[in-house]
């Protein structure tokens, strides 16, 4: 009777052990405000990968910038304090350039075309990241950043004009609008709000589901209805803190966030959809620039990114397969 008292005290204990060295609570920091789709969708998915990891695998996420900017939230993945985030591309360009290959300025004209490319270039960002130390659980439509301003920007003189935004850190944003003739003010999103407010910045690129979400639209008065960058959102852990799941909890926590994602594109779509109009009844005039402008940009912007190229800003092998598959794409149409 001892004996099996003993041995079976012995498999509960190794039981445990083998448990807990597998359970793990992945911190997460995001930029996106409480209540947003993108954190409702968020903790949908972390209810379903605790739930189907009978509570191994928890995510627990700090919205509202709480955590501070790209570079806060790095310095505490690499202290411990987190495990990964919800980026831009920029905030993840240190880690590896390609990831900023899909938010080239002027790249896209159209969802079509983002869409075509997408379905051939995740995996290949995925997989440069995970060279580089960290997983994506998920790369998220934000749609077409747009110009959003005080006054209307229909050429490139007026925007010359005006006092621009770049986040803080956005090498490509800084890179395109010197090649424009633009001198950008560099603030972090946490600031653009009352930046606006105080006349410190009076023009930003931001899609219609962000600039009500972060109220920028309260501050503006016009919109040029033309797509200048497509946004993405990054959720990237750290792969150090991901290996220290199970092998059959690591695939649980991708199949869940794989979903997530997917109804995260479709929503994100309708929502700046809903958007664009809803900006439209709240007094936003939406303008087209003048003939000839869109051209105009477009070649300059071209011209950066092979500058950016050349320079290391971002990745050449990644941005020439962006390119061919563009070009793949258009020839068909």
């Known amino acids: 009777m001892n004996k099996f008292v003993k041995t079976s005290g012995l498999a509960i204990v190794l039981l445990t052990i083998s448990t807990g060295i597998h359970a793990k609570t992945l911190k997460i920091a995001t930029l996106a405000p409480a209540g947003t789709t993108w954190m409702k969708e968020m903790k949908a998915g972390a209810k379903s990968i605790k739930q189907r990891t009978e509570g191994r695998v928890k995510l627990k996420f700090y919205p509202g910038g709480v955590m501070g900017n790209d570079q806060s939230v790095h310095r505490k993945i690499k202290i411990g304090q987190l495990h990964g985030g919800a980026f831009t591309p920029g905030g993840l360009a240190n880690i590896d350039p390609s990831i900023q290959?899909?938010?080239?300025?002027?790249?896209?004209?159209?969802?079509?075309?983002?869409?075509?490319?997408?379905?051939?270039?995740?995996?290949?960002?995925?997989?440069?990241?995970e060279k580089n130390g960290f997983v994506i659980l998920g790369i998220s439509e934000g749609g077409f950043a747009r110009i959003l301003s005080k006054q209307p920007m229909q050429d490139l003189e007026s925007i010359r004009a005006s006092k621009v935004w770049v986040p803080e850190g956005d090498r490509v944003g800084q890179t395109v609008f010197r090649a424009l003739g633009i001198s950008p003010i560099s603030l972090p999103i946490s600031d653009v709000f009352t930046g606006l407010q105080t006349g410190l910045i009076e023009t930003v690129a931001v899609n219609p589901t962000s600039a009500i979400a972060f109220q920028?639209?309260?501050?503006?008065?016009?919109?040029?209805?033309?797509?200048?960058?497509?946004?993405?959102?990054?959720?990237?852990?750290?792969?150090?803190?991901?290996?220290?799941?199970?092998?059959?909890?690591?695939?649980?926590?991708?199949?869940?966030?794989?979903?997530?994602?997917?109804?995260l594109d479709k929503l994100n779509r309708d929502d700046n959809q809903a958007a664009k109009a809803a900006l439209a009844k709240q007094g936003i005039t939406f303008v087209n620039p003048k003939s000839g402008e869109p051209e105009r940009w477009r070649q300059i912007s071209d011209q950066s990114i092979d500058n950016m190229i050349t320079d290391?800003?971002?990745?050449?092998?990644?941005?020439?397969?962006?390119?061919?598959?563009?070009?793949?794409?258009?020839?068909?149409q």
């Open 101 to 129: 290959s899909l938010g080239l300025p002027m790249l896209f004209k159209s969802l079509a075309e983002v869409d075509y490319v997408r379905a051939r270039i995740d995996a290949v960002l995925k997989q440069q990241m």
């Open 216 to 263: 920028w639209h309260t501050s503006t008065a016009y919109m040029t209805d033309l797509p200048i960058i497509f946004i993405i959102g990054v959720l990237a852990v750290q792969q150090k803190a991901f290996n220290q799941l199970s092998a059959p909890d690591q695939e649980i926590v991708r199949q869940e966030m794989s979903e997530v994602f997917k109804r």
């Open 312 to 332: 290391g800003v971002v990745s050449s092998d990644v941005v020439s397969q962006v390119r061919n598959h563009l070009q793949n794409f258009r020839d068909s």
